[in-house]
Every structure is written in C-alpha cells, then in structure tokens.
C-alpha cells in the first residue's frame, strides 16, 4: 500500500493487449486454491476448469498471467457460490504477510511512517494494481487502482487488496484505526454480511472507485512496541550494522539507519534521502567524498549486508526479503544477489 506510481507500465496499449503481459507470482494462486479447498470446492473438479495443477503453485519462482488468475476466481466463486471469494483471500494474505509487516514496522514509529513502507500489492502480488493513500478532508482515502480498468466491474481484486489494507491498518497501532466508509465500483451485491463485517456499515456501491476512508487522526498515532522477544529477532539482522565498534562514522550511520527506513518503499533516489536527513544533495554527496565512499556504494553494501540476514529467517521468502530491501520483483533482487554472491537466493538458503 506503499504510494507507489505504477506508471512504469505501458501506456500506449490497451488494458486487455496490456494485460496480456502482465503476470502475478505463484503465491496469488495458490492462495485462491487454499481458500476454494476450506470452502469444500471439489478440487479435482476446479483444477480439470482451470487447467492450473496446485503442483506447479510450489515454485515460488513461477509466474501466471492475470488471465489465469481472474480465471481462477471465476471458477472459485462458482464451485463454491461464493461471491465474496475476494474477502476470504484477503484474509488469508494478510496472515500470510505478518511477519513481512513486523519487519517493516520494526522501522516505523507511527502509522504515517508505516504507510509509507506498507506492502505493496504490485511489488508482492504482481500486476493487478495498487493500494493508494489521499488525503480527503478530515480522512485519510485508500483507493484500489487495477492496471486493468475492466476489473472494475467485477469485485474480485478489489476486494482482497481492500481487505488486507483493513485488517493491516487496524492492527499495527495501539488504537484502533476502524473504517468510516467503503466505496465499491460494483452493484450492490444481494448479501452484504461479510462485506458490513470486514468494512462496517456505511457501504456505498457504483460508485467511480472502491476505496476506505479511515480518520486522518490515525496518521499520527504510535505503532504497537514489539515484545522483548520479538524486538531481539528482528533487531539481530541490523544490530551489527550500527555497532558502537563500527569503523563506519557517526554520518555513514546515520545514513544506513536511514535507508533501512526507506528500502521498503522502493524510493532511494538521492535526493529523497538526502531529505530525510534533513541535508541538501550536494552535502549529502560532499561528506561521503570526505569518507572515500560514494551513495550507491553504501545502498549496495547494506543491501547485500541485510539480504544474508534476511535469508536466514525462514520466516521471510524470497520475494519478502526482495521487497524489504526494496526491489520493484523478486527477479531483480535475485539477480543482484547473484552479482554479490554468485549463487541465487534460495540456493545460498539450502546452505
């Protein structure tokens, strides 16, 4: 839900010649299948209409097309008679993604820190859309935005990226950050029970976006403190980057300090930290000189630092691990990783 533009996409095609091209990772389906299995889907029958074995879902490597994906869910909300698939699935992600957002919180101490390294749909789902923050009167809005605009019409995605958001945002403070209104694209579906149980009670339908609206208040609220348990775990892959006993000065530091921030929301550009250090670029860029180092130098240096000690929590895949160092997809982490280690990312894991 980081607010990330996804303009990076093609602009000159179509939607559906655009999608054609577009891909989700494995983990999205298999998702879909868990949930059709706890719903009592017949999954001899659902794999022989959509021709996806759960087999090849195992390869967390692999990538589907949104097509299949879409298709799945079709197949899903019909053997199960389940329209509200989505909501279901956005349970399920949002458990699956905890520990994802531990670390990323370890970094934060407010929720509108958080909001800014939130997990982003496009970095861990694939090419479906984005979870996008405004700011509207006296609420902050998160706003689906489907690459596809066609998905509008149905409420699929929609529903599992609105859910997750929901679930995430009312969790990770010590107040609670409930949903003041929730606005959907589609019509007004015939049973609202899980939608008014996973949104509340003010629910508008055709309108021009789903979206949430939450008090602005929340922005400033505090993070829940982890335990002393869980504080030690997470502190453990970066403790010894910021050692008293570091030869690295106190402005090296505080500049790793910083991009750890930063890596999950994907934005390291010179000039955005230099901001958040409340320097220009040009100093910024002076004193590494004076330190004999350059800025690329230092973000590649922790990057490689905090993927080894990402890689030995089994906890974190490899498409977290590529996002908490903030990589657009988990190919460009590994073939970075290849570069400083000259093995893969799951094969330096086995060892």
Known sequence: MSILDVSNKPSSASPLSAARSWSVNS?????????????????????????????????????????????????????????????YVGRIDYINR???????????????????????????????????????????????????????????????????????????CVRPIPVRAAHFTYTEPQDLSLLKHQFGENLMFDQPLSCL?????????????????????????????????????????????????????????????AAALNISRRTLQRRLAEQGTQFLQILQELRAELAQQYLGDERLSITDIAFLLGYMDQSSFSAAFRGWYGVSPRDFRKK
Not at 116 to 133: H, Q, T
Not at 242 to 265: M, Q, Y
Not at 268 to 273: E, I, L, S, T
């Open 27 to 87: 983990s999205a389906l298999s998702t879909l299948f868990q949930a059709a299995k706890t719903l009592g889907a017949d999954i001899g029958k659902l794999i022989d209409d959509v021709g996806i074995e759960p087999a090849d879902l195992l390869d967390s490597d692999q990538r589907f097309q949104v097509a299949d994906l879409l298709r799945l869910y079709d197949s899903v909300a019909r053997f199960t008679d389940t329209p509200d698939i989505g909501l």
């Open 213 to 273: 609206y939450l008090d602005r208040a929340c922005l400033d609220y505090p993070l829940i403190g982890l335990d002393a348990d869980w504080g030690q775990v997470l502190a453990q892959p970066i403790r010894h980057l910021f050692a008293e006993s570091s030869d690295s000065s106190d402005f090296v530091i505080a500049l790793r300090k910083t991009l750890l921030r930063l890596l999950p929301s994907g934005d390291m550009g010179v000039d955005k930290v």
């Open 98 to 172: 905890l520990n994802l957002q531990l670390y990323a919180c370890s970094a934060c101490q407010t929720f509108r820190e958080y909001l800014n390294v939130m997990p982003s749909v496009l970095r861990i789902v694939g090419d479906i859309g984005e979870v996008k923050v405004r700011r509207e009167e006296q609420f902050i809005r998160l706003d689906w935005q489907p690459l596809a605009t066609e998905t509008n019409a149905q409420r699929y995605l929609s529903d599992s990226s609105l859910s997750v958001a929901a679930a995430i945002v009312n969790s990770v």
